[in-house]
């Protein structure tokens, strides 16, 4: 039962976002975080204050794709203990607000696409990390900090092979909404929500300009291979910002 301690406990973390919002949209907001906490969360369909959105577990699309519809969208990648992720990679000192959650997986990113049914297929069946942004964080965050390996253990090896499909499989919930105007909508959604792995739209926010950094270290471009390094222990590549920066910690000759 949603009691009204229950109510402020639920309201209180999202008062950044509700402030002057009238009190409909904050019960709004209050009933879809009690539902995506809620131990026997058994709705496909959940609403939001953003709107409403399709539950699937990419496990569903490991035979199939077909659960998902051929129409524009917008989808959400919700990760199993993404916070830890987050935490692994300092992402709490770069901004305090919680990215929304359903049950223990984190929402951490937010894509547009004309057909949902291929863009989600990219991610998890193309295993060419330049087709899929997060496969690319992610990757980045295991180079940088063996994020995956801390939080989820050693059973995902040779991540860069295979090893981060079958993680996606087990570990990613994806929210998705049909929408005629796909990159309108999420260029709204992230611009509103704690999205932390969406660089576009968000590349002045530190720990975005943190992952430029760590994806152009974990997967150096033609001219970056051209550039000795100095010694790691020389510089803490954890507070690289930009790609200037990332020029004054190599030796240019």
């Known amino acids: 039962m949603l009691t009204s301690k229950t109510f402020r406990n639920i309201a209180e973390p999202y008062m950044w976002y509700i402030a002057g919002r009238d ?4 019960q709004r907001l209050a009933k879809w975080h009690f539902l995506c906490h809620s131990e026997f969360m058994i709705h496909s369909t959940i609403s939001t204050p953003q709107g409403e959105f399709r539950l699937i577990q990419a496990s569903e699309l490991r035979d199939s794709l077909a659960a998902l519809p051929p129409e ?3 989808y959400l990648w919700f990760v199993k ?3 830890k992720l987050l935490e692994a990679s300092s992402y709490f000192e770069t ?3 919680m990215p929304v959650t359903i049950g223990d997986h984190v929402h951490l990113y937010t894509g547009s696409a004309y057909d949902l049914r291929f863009r989600v297929g990219q991610h998890l069946r193309n295993e060419c990390r330049e087709n899929s942004s997060p ?4 990757l980045a965050l295991e180079h940088m900090f063996s994020a995956i390996t801390q939080v989820y253990g050693s059973q995902y090896d040779d991540l860069d092979a295979g090893g981060l499909t079958r993680w996606m499989y087990d570990n990613v919930i994806f929210a998705y909404e049909v929408h005629q105007s796909p990159v309108a909508r999420e260029t ?3 611009y509103r929500m704690a999205t932390p792995f969406n660089i576009a739209h968000r590349r002045q926010h530190r720990y975005s300009k943190y992952l430029m950094a760590w994806r152009a270290i974990a997967f150096p471009s033609e001219w970056m291979k051209t550039v000795p390094l100095r010694s790691p222990s020389d510089f803490d590549f954890a507070r690289v910002a930009s790609r200037r920066e990332l020029m004054a910690a190599v030796n240019v000759k």
């Open 23 to 26: 009190i409909s949209h904050i």
């Open 81 to 83: 203990h993404g916070d």
């Open 95 to 97: 901004d305090d607000r």
């Open 188 to 190: 709204a959604l992230i």
């Open 72 to 74: 524009p969208g917008v």
């Open 135 to 138: 496969r690319k964080s992610l």
